[in-house]
């Protein structure tokens, strides 16, 4: 069993900041790529940014130069930076970690999502 818990949502207004965190635990041998996923109602949910262990990242283009996903790999966690934010990124904003467990099954686990709302 793996468990990602997130923090670090809220309020903000726009240009403002917030920084999103999660931590993996749990029967965990290894974690693969880590990453940040968003949705609105309505809407499919999305790639925000992710991170592989070796540290290579991928953004949406939407959030490019504005966002920055880190992670650290002996504490299984991984965080995303979002700088001079825009109403239109007010979503629920979900954590991902591709794992593979202590018996070694390779399984994409999820966080509960924490809400992200920017004012203008």
């Known amino acids: 069993q793996v468990q990602l818990v997130e923090s670090g949502g809220g309020l903000v207004q726009a240009g403002g900041s917030l920084r999103l965190s999660c931590a993996a635990s749990?029967?965990?041998?290894?974690?693969?790529?880590m990453g940040w996923y968003r949705q609105v109602p309505g809407k499919q949910r999305e790639l925000v940014a992710a991170?592989?262990?070796?540290?290579?990242?991928n953004y949406a283009g939407s959030v490019k130069g504005r966002f920055t996903i880190s992670r650290d790999n002996a504490k299984n966690t991984v965080n995303l930076k979002m700088n001079s934010l825009k109403p239109e990124v007010t979503a629920v904003y979900y954590c991902?970690?591709?794992?593979?467990?202590?018996?070694?099954?390779?399984?994409?686990?999820w966080g509960q999502g924490t809400q992200v709302t920017v004012s203008s």
């Open positions: 991170i592989t262990s070796g540290g290579t990242t």
């Open positions: 991902q970690a591709k794992v593979i467990t202590s018996d070694l099954y390779r399984y994409d686990y």
């Open positions: 749990g029967s965990i041998f290894r974690i693969n790529a």
